[in-house]
């Protein structure tokens, strides 16, 4: 995480699919929060010095030319750096997946995958890989579903240069992902592997 300073506190209220998502950024080194009013909050982190965040409300002028997030994203966390390739995460509030079992079980449109869950007692994870670069991680968090579609994408065309570039982002990646947490409880979550 990055533990310089960075700016005032910005706050950004949205509408996305029904649901209002506040963003608070502080100038310490403070995990970027998102909560959801409809039911459910979350929080997690990410180095805001090799990472960016937008939001679909964004104009597609502040977009990078090159997100790694499809259309129809919440937020998209993406490498800045994209000399070392395209990687980030695309963060949704999946409205349509109402109940524990649509959230978790629910392949990802086009896929007939099965999904790799946990279930504990306030929280319920899973993660259908489409490819070594590309993963659906979902999370009920009692009340809401939110979907995590990562993607890396190498620059490099050169095989042990892309498995670094691959590995340096699955790094960030994961990291991001193991500091999600339920702001309500504390709760931190634990996405199967």
């Given at each position: ?11 950004v ?22 909560s ?59 409205q ?11 392949p ?35 009340s ?40 309500s409880?504390?709760?931190e ?5």
């Open positions: 995480m990055n533990t310089k300073a960075i700016g005032a506190i910005i706050i209220v949205l509408v996305l699919g029904g649901g209002y998502w506040f963003i608070t950024r502080t100038t310490q080194p403070a995990p970027l929060t998102m959801v009013l409809t039911g459910g909050n979350i929080t997690f982190s990410y180095a805001e010095s090799a990472y960016g965040l937008v939001d679909s409300n964004d104009s597609v002028a502040t977009h990078p030319a090159n997100l790694p997030c499809d259309a129809g994203f919440g937020f998209c966390l993406y490498r800045l750096d994209t000399s070392k390739g395209n990687a980030g995460v695309a963060i949704t509030a999946r349509d997946l109402q109940t524990e079992s649509a959230c978790i079980s629910t990802p449109a086009g896929s007939s995958a099965t999904a790799k869950t946990n279930e504990e007692s306030d929280y319920s994870t899973s993660v259908f890989s489409a490819d070594a670069n590309a993963s659906v991680y979902r999370l009920w968090d009692g809401l579903c939110h979907e995590f579609v990562t993607r890396i994408e190498p620059e490099s065309n050169v095989a042990a240069v892309a498995a670094a570039q691959i590995a340096e982002a699955s790094t960030d990646i994961n990291s991001m992902l193991a500091s999600v947490t339920i702001a409880s504390g709760t979550i634990v996405f199967p592997k």
